[in-house]
């Protein structure tokens, strides 16, 4: 479908990814949601986007997003696409993972898209159809020390966009990941930690500075509303066997 004057949420919209992805959607002519905690950033990065709205979001609270779908609706009428986006690593080895800290994880990068989609699918059968664009990680397809939580969350969450798929897919609503690789943002500057363990286990952390520009996941983002296929990657590498 094409993107122009489609009203689309972007969840995590305030820095990385989701701001990139705000920005190249409404480039396009999209009128864009956007979702995050930073109340003041969002509103700012509003004015900056013509057609745009900033809707404060805590994505860990569900009656918060139920309500970020419900005033998109309210303001403009209808729902063409969902980006869930918004997302946290934590690091711990297995042995050591605090299950509190582990709990929070699938609570924001589980929980809250499936809440998303649940509250977001009605509006977009009304439409007519449209689009969820779920945001991935390569680590789904890994096991690296330390990363065990946050991995296994995305690899919950790619089960779900998969079998969400294949249940709306008779009614135009096309869900889909979009699976990046090292991005360069502040992901893993922000990630959670705790005083048991931090993971490294000797190691040196990632270089983020090093990683993919976030704008080119922004454009797999897009392609994957305009075109509706299953799975994005980032690198053709990052397709497992058999894909």
Request: charged residues 20%.
């Amino acid at each position: 479908m094409s993107i122009q004057n489609k009203v689309v949420i972007v969840t995590g919209a305030s820095s990385g990814i989701g701001r990139a992805t705000a920005i190249h959607l409404a480039s396009l002519g999209a009128h864009v949601v956007l979702a995050a905690r930073s109340k003041d950033v969002i509103e700012e990065f509003s004015t900056a986007l013509p057609g745009s709205m900033a809707f404060a979001t805590d994505m860990t609270d569900f009656g918060q997003i139920r309500a970020l779908v419900r005033e998109t609706v309210a303001r403009f009428g209808r729902l063409d696409a969902l980006v869930n986006n918004a997302g946290r690593a934590y690091e711990a080895t297995v042995e050591k993972t605090d299950l509190e800290a582990m709990e929070q994880i699938f609570r924001l990068n589980v929980m809250a898209p499936i809440v998303a989609m649940q509250e977001a699918i009605p509006a977009l059968r009304k439409t007519g159809g449209g689009s969820i664009v779920n945001i991935g990680s390569g680590t789904a397809f890994m096991a690296i020390p330390g990363y065990s939580v946050y991995s296994s969350s995305k690899r919950a969450l790619a089960g779900f966009t998969l079998t969400a798929r294949g249940e709306l897919a008779s009614e135009n609503i096309r869900v889909s990941l979009v699976h990046p690789r090292l991005t360069a943002t502040s992901f893993g500057e922000n990630k959670l930690r705790t005083e048991t363990d931090n993971g490294l286990l000797g190691r040196a952390g990632a270089d983020y500075t090093q990683g993919d520009p976030p704008e080119k996941i922004a454009e797999l983002v897009h392609q994957a509303i305009v075109e509706g296929g299953a799975e994005y990657f980032a690198h053709e590498d990052m397709v497992p066997k058999g894909r």
